[in-house]
């Protein structure tokens, strides 16, 4: 079983719409959750990070992180062409550790 | 803003050569790292670095080695290169004590 699994879509959506990304992750030990973005033949770039359970806003961005479900989710709301990238959860156990990252979840966000 | 660079954008190689990644973090970050993006399998952990000529092996060190003589500058080595090494690299750098990574722009080798 796989440390972090992440459906790979592909996800399309139309302009505006709410749009939710999710991970699920077998080690209970992470306590440190972030999501990338990741746009075409480009690096992954930080987007959200979350110190074990709860909820992040930023902007139209929203993190949730549940433990006791060991599931992990980012929505995007109103969502905008420019949202168009592939997202990247990654955690980890805690400072110095390896992180592990999700394949990734292609998003088309169509105008 | 965190800046993290890499070499090249896109490399192609033959089969044998032997190829240098290299990448550069100005913000003075203690930790780097260097992964390969493949379809399906995302990002593995090639080897880090937490410190000066401190090296690391990740999930896939075989067929790699890394150098690290400054703090700003974690290099990639592809000793002998073969075609499974035909993929997407990307360093990457932290700092101490902050569970984020800051990603370079990749490198596309293409080995043939």
Redesign the interface.
């Known amino acids: 079983q796989k440390e972090v699994e992440q459906d790979p879509g592909p996800l399309s959506v139309p302009e505006g719409a709410i749009v939710s990304l999710n991970c699920t992750y077998s080690n209970s030990a992470f306590q440190y959750f972030m999501w990338y973005r990741q746009y075409s033949r480009k690096g992954p770039e930080l987007l959200m990070y979350t110190y074990s359970s709860g909820n992040k806003e930023d902007g139209r961005f929203t993190a949730q992180v549940d433990k006791s479900s060991k599931y992990i989710s980012l929505f995007i709301r109103d969502s905008q062409p420019s949202d168009s990238a592939t997202y990247l959860c990654a955690m980890s156990v805690g400072t110095g550790n390896q992180f592990y990252f999700g394949t990734g979840t292609s998003l088309t966000v169509i105008p | 803003d965190v800046k993290?660079t890499q070499s090249s954008r896109y490399l192609v190689k033959r089969t044998g050569e032997k190829v240098f990644l290299e990448c550069v973090q100005d913000m003075d970050h203690e930790?780097m790292?260097w992964y390969r993006q493949d379809p399906?399998?995302?990002?593995r952990?090639i080897y880090?670095s937490?410190d000066v000529k401190m090296k690391e092996k990740?999930d896939i060190p075989e067929g790699y080695s890394v150098s690290r003589e400054k703090k700003e500058r974690f290099s990639l080595i592809l000793e002998s290169a073969s075609t499974n090494q035909t993929s997407m690299y990307?360093c990457a750098s932290s700092p101490?004590?902050?569970?984020?990574?800051?990603?370079?722009?990749?490198t596309?080798l293409l080995v043939l």
Do not use: A, D, M, S
């Open positions: 993290v930790n790292f399906g399998l995302g990002l952990l880090f937490y990740g990307l101490v004590g902050v569970e984020t990574q800051y990603f370079g722009p990749g596309r």
